[in-house]
């Protein structure tokens, strides 16, 4: 099992950039596929992004939000981060950190979750 924390959210003006981080502790990410998921009021869970840091770091992304947001990694701080670019108020939602064994699902281990709020 693995800990994670979300750091980074807030609140932003449309067009802005926020970086959200997730720290992992208790074990390596390097073992994991690491994804960004994110649930708005009222709505089920949706995919975000993955990052699959069991073989080489090959990336996926949710056509909501391809070419604006980037997922990277730190494996030294075994951290995972969420570049997130042109946002608009539809990305308004609440972002959690998970780690799984596949690239848009099996995912165990969740983070609390970080708020971020895009204002129009």
């Known amino acids: 099992q693995v800990q994670l924390v979300e750091s980074g959210g807030g609140l932003v003006q449309a067009g802005g950039s926020l970086r959200l981080s997730c720290t992992a502790s208790?074990?390596?990410?390097?073992?994991?596929?690491m994804g960004w998921f994110r649930q708005a009021p009222g709505k089920e869970r949706e995919f975000v992004a993955a990052?699959?840091?069991?073989?080489?770091?090959?990336?996926d992304y949710s056509d909501s939000v391809k070419g604006r947001f980037t997922i990277s990694r730190d494996n030294a701080k075994n951290t995972v981060y969420l570049q997130m670019n042109n946002l608009s108020p539809e990305d308004t939602a609440v972002y959690y950190c998970?780690?799984?064994?596949?690239?848009?699902?099996?995912?165990?281990?969740w983070g609390q979750g970080t708020q971020v709020t895009v204002s129009s």
């Open positions: 208790g074990r390596t990410i390097s073992t994991y596929f």
């Open positions: 990052i699959d840091l069991v073989s080489g770091g090959t990336t």
């Open positions: 998970a780690a799984g064994a596949t690239m848009r699902s099996s995912y165990r281990d």
